[in-house]
């Protein structure tokens, strides 16, 4: 195979895996033609059969995602109702308190494989649950083994809840992309891109697992619970496809959390290429959330009475039980005694300690302290007592 992605070579590969040619939505086109060649051109791969491969990953997803559509039109009649969205910067604990809440069983999370395989496989029991959590737990094993750094960086577990930014990746057009591949033209394309066609595809993706739920026998109403960073900024998309979605915002020293961040994006960077990309992920991760954070405060000023919950990263790194009686407590739910066993259960299993800690400065991203404050000095001023 030629070491580059072929956007025909792609798309008739998942067509003849699949038996089926209807993608679905034929926005992702566009970004799918944009993220292959700033890869092509501008990012080195030493793994090209894996990078092939997770392409074709997401592409023979969105096909049986089409077909059940075609077949199941009631999917998109499922409510997903009014959903509990963590939005914040990266590294601020957001992913502990994501876990912490998901264990207590009172919310409808999506653990990693269904995010890594959305899709039911037609012609397999239950629609492939048991190849689909199979192939996801071989992809877990699989990264950490390329790049252990992910480990530290933001672990991910097959049966874990994980980050709905990962549902996201299915139409090509989506920030996590910039972190993961080193193309600039693909960044610069995705933070001016309009996001209505992404958002619109989350929101069918949550219909389609809610409608698997409930033909597993998971029909007790739970409230959606979601999180990733790439919300932040992008508020205004989750009012427009939610009927009044709730919010999460976790808070952490932007001079702290973005070389946290950028570290991470390294690890997950080494998944396909052994080349040092570190010049250029400062600037980009930074001016990413730099703009999601001066969003994010215009949309606030735009809707002041919006109950918003914002939590400290010390704390939740704290005192768990803190922080998650606060979300219990500001969103009116109960928690049952099963529900706090299952969260003290969680934080006691998942201590800081378990994993060696990460190691990141400013200067390891090719920026300064003063450069982040800077950045973000209105996101600074705005919540002093929280950073």
């Not at 990264?143 to 809840?161: A, K, N």
């Amino acid at each position: 195979m030629t070491k580059k992605l072929d956007i025909t070579e792609l798309l008739h590969t998942a067509s003849e895996r699949t038996g089926l040619s209807d993608f679905g939505p034929p926005d992702f086109r566009e970004a799918l033609e944009v993220l292959v060649k700033g890869i092509n051109e501008e990012v080195h791969i030493d793994r090209w059969y894996d990078l092939r491969e997770r392409f074709l990953r997401l592409l023979m997803n969105r096909l049986w995602f089409a077909k059940d559509l075609a077949e199941h039109p009631e999917i998109l009649d499922e409510d997903v109702g009014s959903p509990i969205v963590i939005s914040a910067l990266p590294r601020t604990a957001s992913t502990k308190l994501h876990r912490m809440l998901g264990a207590s069983g009172a919310f409808r999370v999506t653990p990693m494989w269904q995010t890594h395989m959305f899709a039911r496989i037609p012609g397999l029991p239950e629609g492939g649950r048991a190849r689909r959590i199979a192939e996801t737990k071989e992809y877990e094993d699989w990264q950490y083994r390329i790049s252990p750094g992910l480990l530290v960086g933001h672990p991910m577990f097959t049966h874990e809840p994980e980050e709905d930014k990962d549902l996201g990746e299915f139409t090509f057009r989506h920030t996590t992309l910039l972190g993961m591949f080193s193309s600039m033209a693909y960044a610069g394309w995705v933070m001016q891109a309009d996001m209505v066609p992404m958002y619109d595809y989350l929101l069918a993706q949550l219909k389609y697992l809610q409608w698997q739920a409930r033909e597993w026998g998971d029909t007790v109403t739970k409230p959606w619970l979601l999180k990733t960073p790439c919300h932040f900024g992008y508020e205004t998309y989750l009012d427009r496809i939610f009927d009044q979605p709730r919010f999460i915002v976790t808070h952490r020293d932007p001079t702290k959390c973005i070389p946290s961040i950028c570290t991470a994006s390294l690890s997950a960077r080494k998944l396909y290429s052994d080349e040092d990309t570190a010049t250029n992920v400062g600037a980009s991760v930074s001016a990413l959330f730099s703009r999601s954070a001066q969003d994010h405060l215009q949309w606030r000023d735009r809707h002041p009475g919006r109950p918003i919950l914002d939590l400290a990263f010390a704390e939740i790194n704290g005192d768990g039980m803190s922080a998650t009686r606060k979300v219990f407590d500001f969103f009116g739910l109960p928690m049952s005694a099963q529900a706090e066993a299952g969260m003290r259960g969680w934080e006691e299993n998942n201590r800081r300690d378990r994993h060696a800690p990460g190691v990141y400065s400013s200067e390891m991203i090719g920026m300064t302290d003063d450069q982040l404050r800077e950045a973000f000095k209105p996101y600074i001023s705005r919540f002093p007592s929280l950073l």
